[in-house]
């Protein structure tokens, strides 16, 4: 087998390895929990959508994706928000220690969830955002603003300076040249980063699942709860693991060529 031959058996192997979970996550959606314990079945045996249907009857399931979405959404704009002004400082300026204010900033992503967990609870129990959309998303920007600056700041930097210089020149106020000119000049950035935030917010599960209870909880919270005095509801859980990917799946299709434009940048 020539080098051609070999390196598309292995990407046809490395593409049945990657789909066979969500394949076998989709065919358990569709069947009872009696033929999931049961022998095991490459497709269902008797197709049913009853778990897709509970999850869209009952509360505590689709409230907890419309709470996800919520969340996710403040923290994603937010994120951006916050990170624009900071990577054009960075990516135009320099001045005395930014290169170590840009690690501290890289090590506060690095840093595991659970560090922050004890002081963010004591906090918001403190000031009443336990149990509140807002307080997931400002935890979420701990994690996704040092994300956002670093992936924008590579964009920007990828920019000439000389277009700031003509456009103060032409008589551009700063806020009318960053929205007008240098915003459409790093969509592609700016989409890259918002990909990100959305799929860190969308799949993180320990502090989403602590610093909430009942009014937002997530979906991620959900399905972490489905042990009943019957057992594990399998069928409805995998349905819910299906639905879950669905979001990340559209946000994916929609940003493909910015993610493609990041790899090439060495910013993904």
Known sequence: MNRSGFSRAFLVLFLIASLLPIYWMLNMSLKTNEEIVGAMTMWPTNLT????????TDEAWYSGYINSMIYVAMNMVMAVLLALPAAYAFSRYSFIGDKHLF??????????????????FQLYSTVGL???????????????VPLAVWILEGFMSGIPKEIDETAYIDGYTFPKFF??????????????TAFF????????????????????????ATM???VSAAGMDWGVLAAAGVLTIVPGALVIWFVRHYIAKGFAMGRV
């Open 49 to 56: 959508f009853d778990n897709y249907k509970t999850i869209f």
């Open 103 to 120: 690690f501290w900033l890289l090590t506060n992503r690095m840093t595991p969830p659970a560090v922050f967990l004890l002081p963010f």
């Open 130 to 144: 336990m149990d509140t959309h807002i307080a997931v998303a400002l935890a979420h920007l701990l994690f996704n």
């Open 179 to 192: 929205v007008k000119i240098f915003l459409p000049l790093i969509k592609s950035g700016i989409g890259v």
């Open 197 to 220: 935030c959305f799929m860190f917010s969308w799949v993180e599960l320990l502090l989403a699942r602590t610093l909430t209870s009942v009014q937002a909880k997530p979906i991620a």
């Open 224 to 226: 972490t709860r489905t």
